[in-house]
């Protein structure tokens, strides 16, 4: 039942009258009387008897007779619950999205076919047909044949750009031949990504199995969403994503549900998408915190990815330019194997990477140690744009000034009313709060009553005013929040853009400026390092190969983030990382629960919860909005113990009505 109470948390048994009987199946949505009230409910399965000893009510109403909800994605949403301390409801609810009558009383017929999109728009073919061994057809591309929904290759699927990747070209036999490989993939600077997870999936079709492909935001699946029409031809894939709307949405689910394309690609929003004869789950960029749901029970997208090829016995794809600890985890345990070129090819692809806080660049540069934009930076951009290349300037921050400080003695301006930051929004703005977004027109210094403010962090569109001095005539652009570019074309210009914003230049950018890196690095999380490397490893990818493509790096070089940067070495990093965790306590090497919420709310669940014996409780620290957090620690292997303890203790407070909600996480990207 969509009951949001933990002690609820079990299916019910129902009888189901004889008028429902033909309707009544499983994965349909049905409503039930419970507790005097009419409620929503999923029909799990159908028996011929019961275990209740009791008196049995009935089903009210099949409120549609679409089963919906796939047997496998059951097992999983289950399963999903249970390792996150949830409630079956909560994961159906990020499994199926809410039902839209008129796009489900559409006929069969006017689902999309082959040809057209979810959403009905036409496509050119990437091909011309081919018949299969079984009689159906499907388009040739650059060698690579694809078959229908239930038949077989017709031919081999070419590896093509697998073929730098010494282990790459075994991976999609394996997928070809219908098994089920797992594989942790470091892609090579320049890498079309995207086209390479669209050979993954072409040979896992050409096995006669489907696919479901995972990203973290609307720029990476358009980009996957081309690749993979360019192989599969069009209408043989979805694209399954909650920015599309409620109809769009639901028609492209219900397209997948029945078994009409073989692929489902998409935002987090499609880690649940049922998929007939799954063969291939993958998810690029696994250590993007968009892959993290906000909602309970806050599933990670990687982390149900591989619990249903687990389910599913289906092959699985965790690939990046950078490398996560969880990732390095599926190789140390030999759950996975290890997809990356060689020393030799990594030398080939790469820019030339250079630190700007080494000593013998202090040496030449007394100092580049203070300066936002050292010597070697602006050398870098200056080459560039004379070679007619355009440059990307990579900031960390968004806005003009997000802080501002006193100019006499330094002390952060903040907001008098609420105590937030205050930010500068353009060279002749009034500074504002960044919280409650008042004005402080007047503002004084509450220290030195100096009235003349100073930037204390630059923003990106400062950082664009800036360079446009520095480099007259030379276009500049910039791409964050407000507006993302998608692509650059080629010639002089420079990019400034906020990370996960980077556009694509044509034949790769000349130079590759990553700037303010204290920002990323001197963040209090646990993530910092493995985060920063992951954003510097995204744009530097975007260079050219030396020696037309240089990249420099505003940090110390001795600094291990740097190093790994400077060697494209993210497994070195991502070991050496693990390592650390390991030593230290911190996850993916245990499993850690955070409970939040009133002081006494969160003493009162732990009291009540059977804790494992062996459990750490960590705390309290303080939490927004007046609130605390208490941290549990365990081994991995007591994980599913700590998870049934959380949620009993949950279920006990629900029943007895408690006022005060907890909010209960189980590996949560911040423990700080």
């Not at 073919?125 to 290759?153: H, K, R």
């Not at 001795?558 to 030593?583: I, K, N, S, T």
């Amino acid at each position: 039942m969509d009951v949001p109470l933990a002690h609820l948390d079990r299916p019910f048994d129902y009888l189901v009258p004889a008028e429902l009987d033909d309707v009544a199946v499983p994965g349909t949505r049905v409503k039930v009387r419970f507790a005097g009230q009419l409620v929503d409910g999923w029909l799990l399965s159908r028996a011929d008897d019961s275990g209740h000893t009791g008196r049995l009510a009935y089903l009210e109403k099949v409120v549609s007779p679409e089963p919906v909800l796939a047997p496998e994605i059951a097992r999983l949403a289950r399963a999903v619950a249970d390792r996150y301390a949830g409630s079956l409801a909560d994961v159906l609810r990020l499994a199926v999205p809410p039902r839209h009558a008129r796009v489900e009383k559409e006929s069969r017929d006017d689902q999309p076919a082959p040809g057209a999109t979810a959403d009905g728009a036409e496509r050119a073919d990437a091909g011309p047909p081919v018949t299969g061994a079984d009689g159906t057809t499907a388009p040739v591309v650059s060698g690579t044949t694809v078959p229908g929904a239930d038949g077989p290759a017709a031919s081999v699927v070419d590896p093509r750009g697998w073929r730098d990747y010494p282990t790459g070209p075994v991976l999609l036999r394996a997928l070809t031949d219908g098994r089920a490989p797992r594989a942790v993939w470091s892609a090579l600077p320049g890498e079309d990504w995207a086209a390479r997870y669209a050979d993954a999936v072409a040979a896992t079709v050409a096995g006669g199995r489907g696919a479901v492909v995972v990203v973290a935001d609307a720029r990476d699946l358009d980009r996957l969403d081309a690749a993979l029409t360019a192989v599969l031809g069009s209408g043989r894939h979805v694209s399954l994503s909650a920015a599309l709307g409620p109809a769009r949405r639901y028609r492209a689910f219900l397209t997948a549900r029945r078994g009409q394309v073989p692929v489902v690609i998409g935002t987090r929003a499609a880690m649940f998408a049922p998929v007939d004869r799954l063969g291939l789950v993958a998810v690029w960029d696994d250590g993007d915190d968009l892959h993290s749901e906000p909602r309970a029970p806050y599933p990670h997208a990687r982390d149900v990815l591989l619990t249903r090829a687990q389910l599913a016995e289906a092959g699985a794809l965790v690939g990046g330019y950078a490398r996560t600890a969880e990732a390095q985890l599926l190789l140390e345990t030999g759950w996975a194997r290890e997809v990356v070129a060689d020393r030799a090819t990594v030398r080939a692809r790469v820019a030339a990477i250079a630190p700007t806080g080494d000593d013998p660049q202090l040496a030449r540069d007394p100092g580049a140690a203070t300066a936002r934009l050292p010597s070697l930076a602006w050398t870098a951009a200056r080459d560039a744009i004379r070679a007619d290349l355009p440059v990307l300037v990579q900031v960390p921050r968004r806005g003009y000034l997000p802080s501002i400080s006193c100019a006499d003695c330094r002390t952060p301006a903040r907001c008098a009313h609420c105590a937030g930051p205050l930010a500068l929004p353009s060279s002749g703005g009034t500074p504002a709060c960044r919280w409650c977004a008042r004005v402080a027109a007047a503002y004084a210094c509450p220290q030195c009553d100096g009235r003349r403010l100073r930037a204390a962090v630059t923003g990106a569109r400062r950082t664009a005013e800036e360079l446009g001095r520095a480099f007259p005539g030379v276009p500049v652009r910039t791409s964050g929040r407000e507006e993302v570019l998608t692509d650059v074309p080629g010639g002089a210009a420079l990019v400034v853009a906020t990370p996960g914003a980077e556009p694509v230049a044509e034949g790769g950018y000349g130079a590759v400026l990553l700037l303010d890196s204290w920002a990323l690095l001197t963040r209090a999380d646990l993530r910092a390092g493995e985060e920063a490397l992951r954003r510097w490893l995204a744009a530097a990818a975007l260079a050219r190969p030396a020696p037309a493509g240089r990249v420099v790096v505003v940090a110390d070089g001795a600094l291990a983030p740097v190093q790994a940067l400077l060697r494209w070495d993210a497994a070195w990093f991502a070991g050496r990382e693990l390592a650390e965790r390991r030593e230290l306590g911190f996850p993916p090497a245990v499993r850690m629960a955070s409970v939040t919420g009133p002081a006494e709310a969160v003493a009162d669940l732990l009291a009540a919860a059977r804790l494992p014996a062996d459990a750490e409780v960590l705390g309290p620290v303080p939490a927004d909005e007046g609130r605390e957090r208490m941290l549990v620690r365990v081994p991995r292997a007591r994980a599913a113990a700590l998870a049934e303890a959380l949620h009993s203790a949950a279920g006990a407070r629900a029943a007895r009505k408690a006022a005060d909600p907890v909010r209960l996480q189980v590996d949560p990207l911040s423990l700080f």
